[in-house]
């Protein structure tokens, strides 16, 4: 029962922490709560059905299941960059010198748009996303773990790792790290800083699109305001471990997901919603800065 | 939006644009829709840069706003004298959104002391709008008092739960105040949802009475019309008299640089608490007043898309000027309802338009350019 729960907790748990990533990435060079971002996941996990559907209908579904699987995934991925590339040029660019809630109350108008385009096109119904695995499964020290769950913990750690490798040791990650720090310093030297803004929606939306594909994949379920939901409770697991900080988002929203599931098991599932943010409010009271993040300095 | 390069530059890029929207509309409503949308967009394109280029070059929309900010003041009594008769000249419809309105501008300015002034980022305000709302259904239908007994006790829990969230909330800084915020409003309607044996959870409240002025009832919508612009006046001029005080200074210097006004020797959580607990105060008043209007509540209006749309009218409006705040609350809450003929597509306007105005106009409608910077 407790290892069960803590399984599902880990399945549920690395699906907000690749969301987090793309809050924290945008958060630690922008200063931006990107609140379009759980609307990015939203249209990932759309996305996965509609590709799905349009290669079922080709044919390739009957040839290749996986090479299917990983087209939908890899397509969906590139869609929601592009989606992410856009909304940064069209909604927040304009805004990079504007005061901070500016960009802020953009990013809210570009969410409900995106809520409601999608309910426009797509219908304001569930939309199912076809059961393709069975319940085929495993045992895993006395409980079972079902493949789906395990590809979603395996698929977000390699995810999470690639990220953590490419931010720290390729050019580009730390040109993403410079403007981090510094963006006048940064484009005094050298650095593109348009361009680092932009791959970091085009990484972070990827990413949520991925753990889009995913979700719809287990739950087998979508309906347009899944986005607002998982939004909230990623950008809480981003500050909770202390937003800027990308192992921190890992860690955050996994801690996130075992909360959760155990919280809804052992205390009580009306109240699923509140345990994350009851953690979060008891962990910034004492650590101001979240688990990872440096306590906000003060600059005098 | 600059015409840059050369003749073909000027042709090409408004067809790269609207291919790129269109290859990224595809997925969604087929190669039909697509197509459809391209065209549309390789019009309008071309079109609205031309018209935007003058606007740009003339620029009278921008000096108009800004004159408006000086002018309103001098009218605002003017203005005031039609909003009497408002109920004589509308129907019912109207009346009703008037007074929902109403409610909407004490939130709004309410809210605009903590954000606009004091410079704190709530995300959860409804929170304190469904404390106000639910604590007079509930002194109203248990215990049985009028609403102007209920209304200042009420007032008074509310502005105790804004002290109460103040007090943990201000050790934290900028956004992380925001997301525990955000998290308290949360929490409230999770609480609102599920204690069945108080609130009698996602039923709501019913049967809440109307409140009563020396014996005669104000449930008509024309007397409630009044009651609603009464509490509004009283909220406009109690906030213009409290923002323009010392305290109302305290809080901007606290929002433009916290340790250069610690350093002038204001006490800056003090201040900061007590610009919770006032605003607070008017969300208090703002739920007593939706409570009685709609004789019925139920945590689904308080969630936290009503916390956002309350942030919306403050920053449309222009943080920290109870005019602009105005505007921003009228605003938001006509123009769903004047594009209510087009009902599926209105979302999508609101959402552009929240894009639109921040683009062009980021200090909002009637900010001032130079304020608050940051944080």
Not at chain 2, 251 to 271: K, L, N, P, Q, V
Request: proline residues 4%; charged residues 10%.
């Amino acid at each position: 029962m407790l290892l069960q729960q803590i399984i599902n907790g880990l399945t549920l748990g690395s699906v907000y922490a690749l969301i987090a990533l793309g809050y924290t990435m945008v958060y630690g060079i922008l200063e931006l709560i990107n609140f379009a971002h759980g609307e990015i996941y939203m249209i990932g996990a759309y996305l996965g059905i509609i590709l799905l559907a349009f290669f079922t209908s080709v044919g390739l579904t009957a040839v290749s299941l996986p090479l299917t699987l990983l087209l939908v995934v890899v397509l969906a991925a590139l869609i929601c960059s592009a989606y992410g590339f856009t909304v940064e040029k069209l909604a927040y660019k304009p805004l990079r010198n504007a005061s901070r809630l500016s960009p802020l109350i953009s990013a809210i108008g570009v969410s409900i748009f995106l809520q409601n385009y999608v309910m426009l096109t797509q219908g304001a119904t569930d939309k199912v996303f076809p059961s393709l695995f069975g319940s085929g499964g495993f045992r895993f020290l006395s409980t079972r773990v079902s493949y789906l769950q395990a590809a979603i913990i395996v698929v977000s750690g390699v995810m999470m790792v690639s990220l953590q490798a490419f931010v720290m040791k390729t050019k580009t990650g730390k040109a993403m790290r410079a403007v981090a720090q510094d963006k006048t310093m940064a484009s005094l030297l050298g650095i593109n800083v348009d361009k680092v803004i932009s791959i970091t929606f085009v990484v972070g939306s990827g990413l949520a699109s991925v753990a889009g594909v995913m979700v719809a994949a287990y739950y087998g379920l979508v309906n347009y305001f899944i986005g607002y939901i998982a939004g909230i409770k990623a950008f809480t697991a981003a500050v909770l471990g202390g937003i800027g900080s990308i192992p921190g988002a890992m860690f955050g929203g996994i801690l996130l997901g075992l909360v959760e599931s155990l919280g809804a098991s052992y205390i009580s599932s009306e109240y699923k919603d509140a345990y994350a943010f009851v953690v979060l409010i008891g962990i910034l009271l004492v650590r101001p800065g979240g688990l990872f993040g440096k306590a906000p300095e003060e600059k005098i | 939006m600059r015409p840059i390069g050369g003749k073909a530059e000027r042709f090409t890029k408004p067809l790269i644009a609207s291919a790129w929207f269109s290859l990224l509309f595809l997925p969604f409503r087929g190669p039909e829709a697509a197509g459809v949308l391209f065209v549309v967009l390789a019009v309008s394109i071309p079109l609205l840069g031309a018209v935007s280029d003058r606007v740009k070059k003339t620029g009278p929309l921008r000096q108009g706003l800004e004159n408006i900010g000086l002018k309103s003041r001098r009218f605002a009594p003017l203005l005031f004298a039609p909003l009497l008769v408002v109920p004589l000249a509308a129907g019912n419809y109207w009346i009703d959104v008037a007074v929902l309105a109403g409610i909407y501008i004490i939130l709004a300015l309410g809210l605009n002391v903590v954000v606009g002034y004091a410079g704190l980022l709530n995300l959860g305000f409804a929170a304190f709008y469904a404390i106000g709302a639910y604590s007079y259904a509930l002194l109203n239908t248990m215990l049985g008092l009028g609403f102007w007994t209920a209304l200042p006790l009420a007032v008074g829990i509310t502005t105790l739960a804004g002290l109460l969230l103040a007090f943990p909330a201000l050790r934290l800084r900028g956004d992380y105040l925001a997301i525990v915020t955000l998290g308290f409003g949360e929490i409230v309607r999770l609480v609102l949802n599920n204690w069945d044996s108080l609130t009698k959870g996602p039923n709501g409240i019913s049967g809440i009475d109307a409140p009563t002025f020396f014996g005669a009832s104000l449930a008509s919508l024309p007397a409630y019309y009044y009651l609603v612009l009464f509490f509004v006046v009283v909220t406009v001029f109690v906030m213009r008299r409290v923002v323009t005080s010392k305290i109302g200074r305290a809080w901007i210097a606290i929002r433009e640089d916290e340790i250069a006004s610690s350093a002038m020797g204001i006490s800056t959580m003090r201040y900061k608490l007590y610009a919770c607990a006032f605003g607070a105060f008017w969300a208090g008043i703002a739920g007593c007043l939706f409570a009685a209007k709609m004789r019925f509540v139920s945590p689904e209006s308080f969630t936290f898309m009503e916390s956002v749309m309350m942030l919306c009218m403050v920053i449309i409006g222009g943080a920290g000027s109870v005019a602009g705040v105005i505007l921003g609350a009228l605003l938001l809450v006509f123009l769903p309802e004047l594009l209510r003929e087009a009902q599926l597509y209105r979302m999508l306007a609101v959402g552009c338009g929240l894009v639109f105005i921040m683009v062009f106009r980021p200090q909002g409608l009637f900010g001032r350019k130079n304020a608050s910077p940051e944080s």
